[in-house]
T-cell receptor, first 115, second 115 residues
Framework: ETGVTQTPRHLVMGMTNKKSLKCEQHLGHNAMYWYKQSAKKPLELMFV???????ENNSVPSRFSPECPNSSHLFLHLHTLQPEDSALYLC??????????????FGSGTRLTVV | KQEVTQIPAALSVPEGENLVLNCSFT??????LQWFRQDPGKGLTSLLL?????REQTSGRLNASLDKSSGRSTLYIAASQPGDSATYLCAVSGGRKGGSEKLVFGKGTKLTVNP
């Protein structure tokens, strides 16, 4: 399989549940990202991992917890979410080499509904 | 803080028309600008990446220009087709850490091409 794969595609969870979103990239990229896309708002950067180290945490509530066990996998662990957390969660990866940047590749996203 | 604005928010045209989508950004100190396409409920597909040293990029019927000094980019679509119907997103680099590149997105232009 190629590109960036996200699972599940759709998730409905109650406010007391714990679930995890998974992202896997098959491109050999060295950085991975979580973005949140809500209706009527621009994509919001949540977390950035470069070479498996978290380099950005964009004031995201602690009910969202990222994990990057290796350069190919990224998780977003969810617990005690609120209805306003319902959104499309997008994973992306990118490659930088010797100061040059080659653009983002996005996954298809996970549509999360919190009830 | 970098802000990205896209005009118009929505555009409806008949098939065959040439059209221009606009993107403006407040901080001209960017590394690159990237145009994406998003179909409903899906992830983002990269269309064109313009490095800060470049002024334009072309791919098929698409041409994107970049004027850093004025903080503007345009995406030109020639001979539009119904399959071009989607939301088009502009993103500029908002900073680099390690091998990662942080993107700041506009809200997008929703394009409808009518047969």
């Amino acid at each position: 399989e190629t590109g960036v794969t996200q699972t599940p595609r759709h998730l409905v969870m109650g406010m007391t549940n714990k679930k995890s979103l998974k992202c896997e990239q098959h491109l050999g990229h060295n950085a991975m990202y979580w973005y949140k896309q809500s209706a009527k708002k621009p994509l919001e950067l949540m977390f950035v991992y470069s070479l498996e180290e978290r380099v950005e945490n964009n004031s995201v509530p602690s009910r969202f917890s990222p994990e990057c066990p290796n350069s190919s996998h990224l998780f977003l662990h969810l617990h005690t979410l609120q209805p306003e957390d319902s959104a499309l969660y997008l994973c992306a990866s990118s490659q930088a080499h010797q100061g040059s940047y080659y653009g983002y590749t996005f996954g298809s996203g996970t549509r999360l509904t919190v009830v | 803080k970098q802000e990205v604005t896209q005009i118009p928010a929505a555009l409806s045209v008949p098939e065959g028309e040439n059209l221009v989508l606009n993107c403006s950004f407040t901080d001209s100190a960017i590394y690159n600008l990237q145009w994406f396409r998003q179909d409903p409920g899906k992830g983002l597909t990269s269309l064109l990446l313009i490095q800060s040293s470049q002024r334009e990029q072309t791919s098929g019927r698409l041409n994107a220009s970049l004027d850093k000094s004025s903080g503007r980019s345009t995406l030109y679509i020639a001979a539009s087709q119904p399959g071009d119907s989607a939301t088009y997103l502009c993103a500029v680099s908002g900073g680099r850490k390690g091998g990662s590149e942080k993107l700041v997105f506009g809200k997008g232009t929703k394009l409808t091409v009518n047969p």
